[in-house]
């Protein structure tokens, strides 16, 4: 039986990453939205194309994401 990875084997902190790259550091937020996060996420559940919806919006960082990842954004 394959090895499933269960969500710990999964290193998620992006602890090393540069979280200013593209427009992410236009607006100081306490909150923000890690755009390394923001990518993975739309990676993982979203194909090319398809239409990504970020109702509270923020800063923009998943919209963004989205747009890199040739994903529509709304």
Same mark, same amino acid.
């Given at each position: 039986m394959p090895h499933r990875k269960h969500k710990q084997d999964?290193?998620?902190s992006f602890k090393?990453?540069?979280t200013s790259q593209y427009?992410?550091?236009f607006?100081?937020?306490p909150?923000?939205?890690?755009?390394q /996060?923001? +990518?993975?996420?739309?990676s993982k559940y979203s194909k090319e194309y398809d239409s990504i919806y970020d109702p509270?919006?923020?800063c923009g960082t998943a /919209?963004? +994401?989205a747009r890199i990842r040739k994903r529509y954004a709304y």
């Amino acid at each position: 039986m394959p090895h499933r990875k269960h969500k710990q084997d999964i290193d998620l902190s992006f602890k090393d990453a540069n979280t200013s790259q593209y427009t992410h550091n236009f607006h100081s937020y306490p909150a923000k939205f890690i755009p390394q /996060l923001a +990518e993975w996420i739309i990676s993982k559940y979203s194909k090319e194309y398809d239409s990504i919806y970020d109702p509270m919006m923020g800063c923009g960082t998943a /919209l963004v +994401e989205a747009r890199i990842r040739k994903r529509y954004a709304y």
